[in-house]
């Protein structure tokens, strides 16, 4: 609140009122309802429903499936995290360095942040396709045999490639904005103190990056938590069967095509808490990185 | 890990090494370039092969995968994904579906921006009593994505018989506050001079806020609206689940359908058409992110810090 500030209690009540509004009906009472209904059993049929307790989550912890969407999306988060982070900021250094073409370099290494994670999918499904994916053939000529759809590591291969790729152009602009928030005159210092390009990365530039390392690490997290939906979607051609499914699609799985209300609102509790944990973690850092910069 | 950023290392030493007489071949940047030219082809060759396919007649994609080269089908195919009514019912074909992503697209943008500066400059510029607890209920919602509550969400619209209504695929994805926590950030950042100059001029609020406060936002709600409008484009699990009605199909719903008759495999799927759509799909959101380039990288970079 600014000091200078108006007096009026109508006016700004009158401006908050469209924003909580869609926030209590589209937020609160939805999550308020997911709560409530995953201590609950729903009956398919829609007679009614019986209090089970902590049953939905106990249910839960003993399901093989629910325990394998978890490792897979344990392992997913790792290497999509990883490798988009790995590759965007290789591409980030070299771009920040290159003084020809660096903004051509900027625009192609961006654009495909707009591409829709569905079309992103459709992309990786006409490549890896089981009989005529280019990239299947490729590996054919290897002696790979590449089954989508049919072998569960090959799905997730697809699934994990096309998913790194499409994260790959976001982590790329952040880095190459950190990149470009170091000053030249810390960057000339650390050029005449120091001539070894290495030590110069690790002692200058990766503890300056970090910052934005940090940010970038719970933004990929939550994104290949949730915002890969449509790219295992489009992979798992919508009939999940034995495929690899992250634990968001899990939800909708389950919910939708299982009308399992109770099981489905459990697991939303569950991925609720795990984005609290995340904010709480980005909160935390955010103080301390205010308190030295 | 360690192999990337020993290379990326390597050629920033030999690049920057002074001694260096001038007229040597820079191996370095050789290097540099040959790696950022290979990240370029990475993001590149995928969608360009779509779009040679799209040009393709289904035959020869069905036999020989994505093509790297042009075929003749260019007109048919792009003319069928357009014009063609398909679907379950024969009511929609790509034009329809244009329209309804830039509706949701617009819609969603142009919602978000004005229902969060209103509660932004609430938040900011008033002396409320309970703006803190307003603060803390809209900064809940950052915690749960519409994926988590998906299932509850489209009971409620349901029970609100928001289904298949435009209402109903908008407005609940606007019940995520970040627009409202990047305007509240940018808004703390203007001089408090500002305020105190316009109330000794006179302005009221109203005023203030449409005079002063909007016109000084310009660049950033250009920014925002840039972000916004390419991610209500390309939602897909909310359209997916509320719009069952085949004319309010958007371009990235209508990727499902291709999707579905690629799993069926009872009939060759027309490859080229569906390439076209997927073209198309993707084009508005690519153009305005590389056109509009400067403003939403400010506007991605500076929202989330």
Known sequence: MKRAAFGHIGFPILLLIPQLAIIAIFFYWPAGYAIQSSFYLEDPFGFGSTFVGMENYTRLARSSNYMSSAWFT?????????FALAIALLLAVKADKVIRGARTYRTLLMWVYAIAPPVAGLIGVMLFDQSRGNITQLLGMMGIEFRLGV??????????????????????????????????????????????GTRRFWDITFPLLAPTGFFLLIINITYSLFDT??????????EPGNNPMTLVYRVFVD??????LGGSSAQSVVLMVLVLILTIVQFRFLERRIHYT | MADITDTSTRSAAQSAAPTRPAKRIRWGDIGDHAILIAGALLMLVPVYMVFATSSWDAITVHRQGMQFGFGDQFGVNYDAALFEYGGFTD??????????????GLGFAIGKIIVGMMAAYAIVYFRLKFATLAFWMIFTTLLLPLEVRILPSYEVITWMNLGNTYTGLIVPLIASATATFFFRQYFRSIPEELIEAARIDGAGPVKFFIDILVPLSKTMIAAMFIIMFVFGWNQYLWPTLITTDESLFTLVRGIRQIIQSYADGSETPDYGQAAALAIIAMTPPVLIVVFFQSWFVKGLTESDK
């Open chain 1, 74 to 82: 344990l392992i997913f988060t790792c290497l999509v995290t990883f």
């Open chain 2, 91 to 104: 009511s929609v074909n790509g034009v329809t579906m244009l329209a309804n992503s830039m509706i949701l």
């Open chain 1, 151 to 196: 072998n569960y590591w090959d799905t997730a291969t697809a699934m994990i490639s096309v998913s790194i790729w499409k994260q790959i152009p976001v982590n790329f602009i952040f880095f190459l904005s950190g990149l470009q928030a170091i000053p030249r005159s810390v960057r000339e210092a650390a050029m005449i103190d120091n001539r070894s």
């Open chain 1, 255 to 260: 919910g939708f095509r299982g009308q399992d």
């Open chain 1, 229 to 238: 939906f449509g790219i295992v979607d489009t992979i798992v051609k919508g």
